[in-house]
């Protein structure tokens, strides 16, 4: 075997021809950290570090986009024209899996999605877009060929007289077995389920926690962490056993190697903490009762002391996009 580099080539009219650059090499979208990403609601600033950042497209240049709580994104296609392209990607590894276009009408003003599983192309994954203004959301199913509609009734919420009642609506789920569960009013427990050819709801009795002791607010929070069902009120974690039977609640003291990351907006999940470089055992929230712009103050519960701890989050960066 001749093992001797092989002579450079040669121009036609002398010279040598310029090397071929290298691939490049693939690089994952994000690190192995995860990302708290806060939403200043402002307009972006220039820096004065002499940076160059990237600014964002024009609105109507980029797609809507939704994280879920599996941390798979719902992209939408932007511009007018029906119908508008979507599909599911994960940016820790780029991977893709297209969904059904969607009419541009469809879509509501206010939305948010989640997934029943894991999207893959044999899975039965159901990609829910709830309305988050009115009893009503948008379905498919991975390799579906078109995105499906459906109106819902679960009651009317009161409101302070001599306002009329207005309907419920589902705000936030937690899938579970196929299931998306969802609370009504903090005292039931409902589930929409897809194993039938149109959408089933059901609710039962769900027990009411106490107020935690020296607590001055409280915000319910759905997780679901394989297969299993958690609430989180304030820094108080309960599993809810058999919820689509005769639903209990068990505190929970350990969560072992699994972090939440809790929003307004959407509920994350590290199932490994430890692979990501953070610590376990973890809650994490945002405290913003003020409406601060920077997002308010992040919250970082531990259950192993069952301390409580806040930070500013980047204290020394200035709003810029990037």
Not at 72 to 86: F, I
Not at 176 to 197: H, N, P, R
Not at 250 to 264: A, C, E, I, P, Y
Not at 304 to 313: A, E, V
């Amino acid at each position: 075997m001749n093992n001797r580099p092989a002579a450079p080539r040669r121009r036609r009219h002398g010279g040598l021809a310029p090397a071929r650059p290298p691939a490049p090499a693939v690089v994952p979208p994000l690190g192995t950290l995860p990302v708290l990403v806060y939403d200043h609601g402002g307009e972006p600033q220039q820096p004065a570090d002499g940076v160059r950042h990237r600014r964002p497209e024009p609105p109507h240049e980029r797609p809507t986009t939704h994280v879920t709580p599996q941390g798979w994104v719902l992209l939408v296609a932007p511009g007018d024209p029906s119908p508008r392209a979507t599909r599911l990607w994960d940016p820790r590894s780029d991977e893709s899996v297209s969904l059904p276009a969607m009419e541009h009408e469809l879509l509501p003003k206010v939305w948010e999605c989640y997934l029943s599983d894991a999207p893959t192309e044999a899975s039965s994954c159901v990609v829910l877009v709830l309305d988050i203004k009115k009893p009503s959301f948008l379905y498919s199913r991975v390799g579906d060929s078109r995105w499906s509609t459906h109106d819902y009734d679960i009651g009317d919420a009161r409101q302070p007289p001599p306002e009329p009642p207005t309907k419920m609506v589902v705000q936030q789920t937690a899938a579970v077995d196929g299931k998306f569960y969802f609370q009504v009013c903090g005292k039931k427990l409902g589930f929409i389920d897809f194993s039938s050819a149109t959408p089933e709801f059901t609710s039962m009795d769900y027990p009411l926690v106490e107020f935690p002791e020296g607590s001055n607010c409280v915000n319910n929070q759905l997780v679901a962490s394989h297969g299993e069902l958690y609430n989180i009120l304030t820094v108080c974690v309960y599993r809810i056993d058999d919820p689509s039977g005769q639903p209990t609640l068990s505190k929970v003291d350990d969560l072992g190697d699994r972090v939440f990351l809790l929003s307004d907006a959407n509920t994350q999940l590290l199932c490994s903490a430890s692979k990501y470089g953070v610590k376990g055992n973890r809650v994490y929230f945002n405290h913003n009762v003020m409406g601060d712009m920077d997002g308010g103050l992040l919250c970082i519960y531990d259950l192993d002391d069952q301390s409580l701890k806040t930070m500013k989050p980047c204290p020394e960066m200035t709003d810029a996009y990037v």
